[in-house]
C-alpha cells in the first residue's frame, strides 16, 4: 500500500513501454536484455542503502531543502527556517567523516542475510557524492564507492548505483541565490539553453564516470523522475545506451520514466496486487524503517510483516530491494542488523523455494492465497509456505489445481524423510508449528 502522505512517492509514467516494446530492438539487443532480465529475476531480494548528509543530520534524505516539499519538515524543520536550514545542511560536508565505514563487514552481512545485489547511494538530491567526482568540488574526501563494489563483488554481491539526476548544490540547477525553490530546475531550461546545456553535460560526465571507474555494474538506477521530462531533457537516448555497452550486464534503470531505458520497473513502497503487476520485470522497493535514510528513533517494520511482503512480492513474480539507511559514521543501524538476520536464517532454510524462482498461474496462485498459502515453482518443484501459524493437518493439492502431478514432498531446509502423500494428499507434521513460513518442497512430475 503506497503511503499518500509522503511527497518522495513519484508518478509514474504513463503509457511505458511493455515487454512487446523491447522485443522489437535489434536482434542483439534483445537477446542481451533477456539475459540481463533473466539474471535480475534470479536474484529475487537486494538492498537499497541511501547515505549521504542527510544521515549525519538524521532527516529525511535530502528532501528538506526543497522549499515546496514541506511534508518533508513535518512534524518539525530540522532548523526554524529555510535560510539557515539550507546554510546548516551545504556546510554538513565539512564534517561528513565516516571513520567506521566497513564495507567488508557489510558484504558479509548481507550474504548472511541472502541479499544477492546491492544498490550504493552515489549522490542523492542534494548534490553531494560518495564518490571523488571531477565533475565538481561537493564530494567526500575518500572515495566510498569504490570499496563498497570492490567488497560486493569479492562476497558475489551485484553491484548497483544509485545516482539522482537532479542536483540543488550545481548552480546550472539551482542559483545559489537564496530565494525558495521547488525540486526542478529553477528557471526554465528552454530559456536559458546554454545553462541547461552545462548542467546535461555535468550529468553525463558524471554518469560516465560511475559506469567507467567502478567495474562491473549490474543496474544503473536513476532517480528524480521529474528530470529528463519535457521540461529538463537529458539526451539520454544515446548516453545510457552507450554506456551500457561498456556495462554490457547492467540493466538501465531510468525509474518512472518509461522508454528504452528503463528497463524493469520499481514500484516504490507497494507490494502490487495480482491485477495490478507490472507486465515489465519489476522490483518492490521498501525500506525496513519509515526512511529510507538513517533517522534517529526511526519506526522499524517488525520481521513478520518483513517476511510477509517478501514472500507476497515473490510470489507475485517480482523481486524486491529493502531500504537501509547507515548511520553518519559508516555503521548500519541495530534494528537494520537484526532484521536482515533475522531474514537470512529464513532464507538459510527456505531460500531454495525463492531464489530462481518463477510465478504459477494466476489461477493456482488465488487457490493457495485462499489456504493462507505462497507459492512458488521452478522448472523441477513447486514451492508453498504456510503463512498460517498452525497449519491444518493435511493438505489436498488437488484443491490448489496445481497443472502437473506431485511424485514427492519433502520440508526445505531440512533432510528428513520424505512427507507421507497419497491421493495427492500431504500429511503435515505437527513441527510444522514450530517454525515461521515453513517452506515444502513439491516435486514435479516430469513430463515425457
Known sequence: M???????????????????????????????????????????????????????????????????????????????????????????????????????????????????????????????????????????????????????????????????????????????????KHRGADYAPSNNPARWQRYVDFVHQQLTEIATQYGPLRMLWLDAGWVGNAREPLNFDRLLPALQHQQPEMLLVNRTMGGRCEEYVTPERQVPTLTQRPTLPWESNLPLANNWGYAPYDHYKPFGQLLSDVLQVITLGGNIVLGVGPKADGTLPAPAVQRLKQLGGWLALNGAGIYGTRPVCPVVMQAAQQRHLAITQDDHAYYIFFKRRVPDRQLDLKSLHLPLSITQVTRLGLTAAPLPLANQIIQLPGTLRQSRCPGLRLTKLERS
Open 2 to 180: 503506497t503511503n499518500t502522505h509522503r511527497g518522495d512517492i513519484e508518478t509514474v509514467a504513463t503509457g511505458a513501454w511493455t515487454p512487446a516494446d523491447f522485443a522489437a530492438l535489434p536482434l542483439n539487443d534483445y537477446t542481451a536484455l533477456q539475459k540481463r532480465w533473466s539474471w535480475f529475476q534470479d536474484q529475487k531480494i537486494g538492498v537499497l542503502l541511501h547515505w549521504g548528509l542527510y544521515s549525519q543530520a538524521g532527516i529525511v534524505e535530502s528532501w528538506q531543502l526543497s522549499d515546496a516539499d514541506g511534508w518533508a519538515r513535518r512534524p518539525k524543520a530540522w532548523r526554524p527556517n529555510m535560510t539557515q536550514l539550507k546554510h546548516d545542511y551545504w556546510q554538513l560536508a565539512d564534517h561528513f567523516a565516516p571513520t567506521r565505514y566497513d564495507p567488508t563487514h557489510w558484504a558479509r552481512l548481507f550474504r548472511q542475510a541472502g541479499l544477492r545485489y546491492a544498490i550504493f547511494t552515489t549522490k542523492h538530491h542534494d548534490g553531494y557524492t560518495l564518490y571523488t567526482t571531477n565533475a565538481s568540488d561537493y564530494h567526500t574526501t575518500t572515495d566510498l564507492f569504490a570499496p563498497f563494489a570492490q567488497a560486493m563483488r569479492a562476497a558475489g554481491i551485484g553491484v548497483g548505483a544509485y545516482y539522482s539526476k537532479a542536483d540543488w548544490h550545481q548552480p546550472d540547477y539551482w542559483r545559489p541565490n537564496g530565494q525558495p
